[in-house]
T-cell receptor, first 117, second 116 residues
Framework: AQSVTQLDSQVPVFEEAPVELRCNYS??????LFWYVQYPNQGLQLLLK??????LVKGINGFEAEFNKSQTSFHLRKPSVHISDTAEYFC???????????????FGKGTHLIIQP | DTGVSQDPRHKITKRGQNVTFRCDPI?????LYWYRQTLGQGPEFLTY????????KSRLLSDRFSAERPKGSFSTLEIQRTEQGDSAMYLC??????????????FGPGTRLLVL
């Protein structure tokens, strides 16, 4: 079974500064990796995903993430954050199987990104 | 594409009552998922459907929980004899297996349940 660890429960960052949110996963098979963002009292919105190919993935709102298979990591980065980026960020994994689809996602506990003016 | 919708958005009930939630997936999506999210935690997978078939259930889904997707479109999640520990946000997601957007799950806004 897969698992996801988000090492930081909260990350405070000043506006316009860069940020990195860390995610490590554990799985015995090939995986798909995702980052979702959740604004207060809302559902989850997909930021970006890694399925295969290039290990650097670009997403919406200027975010990007890099898949590192040897370190089993999928850290999320943004070079300059804005106050509107304040939200909860979830890393998630699903295991690839021969059917070619994905089953239920396994999520980390989330990282609360706090942007300070 | 109107997105995934869920109804109701909020539900307050007394312990021991039954509640039912509805999820309408993105049209043409053949997979539908239910998750539960408690405060300060990430969503936890409960169950999913491919068309009308329920293909997987988590051990979190006790026998008080039942989900259906009778015509392969909308789905309902019923909780019988609710307990205070059932208080959570219940999220629905849908995806298209085999399509261009495969493996991406699109989430609804959730139903927040409070059991008193």
């Amino acid at each position: 079974a897969q698992s996801v660890t988000q090492l930081d429960s909260q990350v405070p960052v000043f506006e316009e500064a860069p940020v990195e949110l860390r995610c490590n996963y554990s799985s015995s098979v090939s995986v798909y990796l995702f980052w979702y963002v959740q604004y207060p009292n809302q559902g989850l919105q997909l930021l970006l995903k890694y399925l295969s190919g290039s290990t650097l993935v670009k997403g919406i709102n200027g975010f990007e993430a890099e898949f590192n298979k040897s370190q089993t990591s999928f850290h999320l980065r943004k070079p300059s954050v804005h106050i509107s980026d304040t939200a909860e960020y979830f890393c998630a994994v699903s295991e690839e199987y021969s059917g070619g689809g994905a089953d239920g996602l396994t999520f980390g506990k989330g990282t609360h990104l706090i942007i300070q003016p | 594409d109107t997105g995934v919708s869920q109804d109701p958005r909020h539900k307050i009930t007394k312990r021991g009552q039954n509640v039912t939630f509805r999820c309408d997936p993105i049209s043409e999506h053949n997979r539908l998922y239910w998750y539960r999210q408690t405060l300060g935690q990430g969503p936890e997978f409960l169950t999913y459907f491919q068309n009308e078939a329920q293909l997987e259930k988590s051990r979190l889904l006790s026998d008080r929980f039942s989900a259906e997707r009778p015509k392969g479109s909308f789905s309902t999640l019923e909780i019988q004899r609710t307990e205070q520990g059932d208080s959570a946000m219940y999220l629905c997601a849908s995806s298209l297996l085999g399509g261009r957007a495969r493996e991406t799950q699109y989430f609804g806004p959730g139903t927040r349940l409070l059991v008193l």
